[in-house]
């Protein structure tokens, strides 16, 4: 019974990822049109990318501009090695590890970017220094109303700044030992032993996630009523939108594929054409992010003014109004 069943599985679903020339022959005519409208959308995403880098450079100061490349990179950078992924499909591993790296890094300048729309460090700590923070956030305790607000002090800021950046670090850097150990056949996302590396790596990494976007959604939650003139709404909903994609959607379908529930289509095993799925839907979903980012951040904002310009603008006019009644 088991030599039958075996017979009818095609030898390619039981393999590695297919070569890029397999991939060519296998394409009839729609896949080539699917194939090269999904390139276009790429380069389409890239060609957006520099071009709003070359208005960020010129019309935004430092280090605001950089920051800002860094953040609406990420859509495009994505995209990019989607395309690879999708043409290449034995590079998945390799392109996966590039997006990931580089939105890390993103995860940090989320945050330094909303500390920079106040003017720099010094002055949101000038401004909220003493002032209660709720911490009561995603993606670690929206679920406890209870905790207490914390006030912000130089050492919190030093903390939440540190829970952002040890992300883009470690994650690099696990992710560069993955790879390592991939090309010596110690990692496969299929192997979900106790004895595999795969299934401590990635917990790991999960829980790092989690650990830099709980600071950022603080800073967010804490601060997005400062910040509604600067279109911080949705900017962070891009942000987050990104997240979820290419993290969460990524995620979903690998298990699906892991579980037999996308089906084998020689030359691609399950696993194979699951990871070809997310590479395409990955680059209409990053080309569309890519154009909505060009509307967002393509216009310039002057740096918030601090609480104690304010309140000198409203002494000048309180002084100005008592000198009118007088002259009455």
């Given at each position: 019974?088991?030599?039958?069943?075996?017979?009818?599985?095609?030898?390619?679903?039981?393999?590695?990822?297919?070569?890029?020339?397999?991939?060519?022959?296998?394409l009839?005519?729609?896949g080539?049109?699917?194939?090269?409208?999904?390139?276009?959308?790429?380069?389409?995403?890239?060609?957006?990318?520099?071009?709003?880098c070359?208005?960020?450079?010129?019309?935004?100061?430092?280090?605001?501009?950089?920051?800002?490349?860094?953040?609406?990179?990420?859509?495009?950078?994505?995209?990019?090695?989607?395309?690879?992924?999708?043409w290449?499909?034995?590079?998945?591993?390799?392109?996966d590890?590039?997006?990931?790296?580089?939105?890390?890094?993103?995860?940090?300048?989320?945050?330094?970017?909303?500390?920079?729309?106040?003017?720099?460090?010094?002055?949101?700590?000038?401004?909220?220094?003493?002032?209660?923070?709720?911490?009561?956030?995603?993606?670690?305790?929206?679920?406890?109303?209870?905790?207490?607000?914390?006030?912000?002090?130089?050492?919190?800021?030093?903390?939440?700044?540190?829970?952002?950046?040890?992300?883009?670090?470690?994650?690099?850097?696990?992710?560069?030992?993955?790879?390592?150990?991939?090309?010596?056949?110690?990692?496969?996302?299929?192997?979900?032993?106790?004895t595999?590396?795969?299934?401590?790596?990635?917990?790991?990494?999960?829980?790092?996630?989690?650990?830099?976007?709980?600071?950022v959604?603080?800073?967010?939650?804490?601060?997005?009523?400062?910040?509604?003139?600067?279109?911080?709404?949705?900017?962070?909903?891009?942000?987050?939108?990104?997240?979820?994609?290419?993290?969460?959607?990524?995620?979903?379908?690998?298990?699906?594929?892991?579980?037999?529930?996308?089906?084998?289509?020689?030359?691609?095993?399950?696993?194979?054409?699951?990871?070809?799925?997310?590479?395409?839907?990955?680059?209409?979903?990053m080309?569309?992010?890519?154009?909505?980012?060009r509307?967002?951040?393509?216009?310039?904002?002057?740096?918030?003014?601090?609480?104690?310009?304010?309140?000198?603008?409203?002494?000048?006019?309180?002084?100005?109004?008592?000198?009118?009644?007088?002259?009455?």
């Amino acid at each position: 019974m088991e030599e039958a069943l075996n017979s009818t599985i095609d030898p390619a679903c039981l393999q590695g990822p297919p070569l890029a020339i397999d991939v060519i022959k296998q394409l009839d005519a729609f896949g080539l049109c699917l194939y090269g409208v999904l390139t276009i959308m790429s380069c389409m995403s890239l060609m957006v990318y520099l071009e709003q880098c070359l208005y960020i450079y010129k019309n935004l100061p430092y280090p605001k501009k950089t920051t800002i490349i860094w953040i609406t990179g990420a859509a495009p950078v994505i995209a990019i090695m989607s395309c690879f992924g999708m043409w290449i499909p034995k590079a998945v591993m390799i392109t996966d590890m590039t997006s990931n790296c580089y939105f890390a890094v993103v995860v940090y300048k989320v945050l330094v970017l909303m500390i920079e729309e106040f003017g720099g460090s010094s002055v949101f700590l000038k401004q909220f220094t003493g002032k209660t923070f709720r911490i009561n956030t995603g993606p670690c305790c929206c679920c406890c109303p209870c905790l207490p607000r914390v006030p912000m002090s130089r050492r919190m800021f030093f903390l939440l700044k540190l829970g952002a950046l040890q992300y883009a670090i470690l994650k690099t850097a696990l992710s560069v030992l993955s790879v390592i150990l991939w090309t010596n056949g110690n990692f496969s996302l299929s192997d979900l032993q106790i004895t595999g590396t795969a299934i401590w790596i990635n917990p790991f990494i999960g829980i790092l996630t989690i650990i830099s976007l709980w600071p950022v959604a603080i800073i967010f939650m804490n601060t997005n009523s400062f910040l509604r003139s600067l279109n911080i709404i949705p900017k962070y909903a891009m942000y987050q939108l990104v997240l979820v994609l290419s993290q969460l959607q990524t995620s979903i379908i690998n298990i699906l594929a892991l579980n037999g529930t996308i089906a084998c289509a020689p030359p691609f095993s399950s696993q194979a054409r699951g990871s070809m799925l997310s590479q395409q839907m990955m680059i209409m979903e990053m080309f569309i992010i890519t154009l909505v980012n060009r509307f967002l951040f393509r216009r310039t904002y002057d740096t918030l003014p601090s609480e104690e310009h304010d309140n000198d603008q409203n002494s000048k006019v309180a002084l100005q109004d008592v000198v009118v009644e007088h002259d009455i």
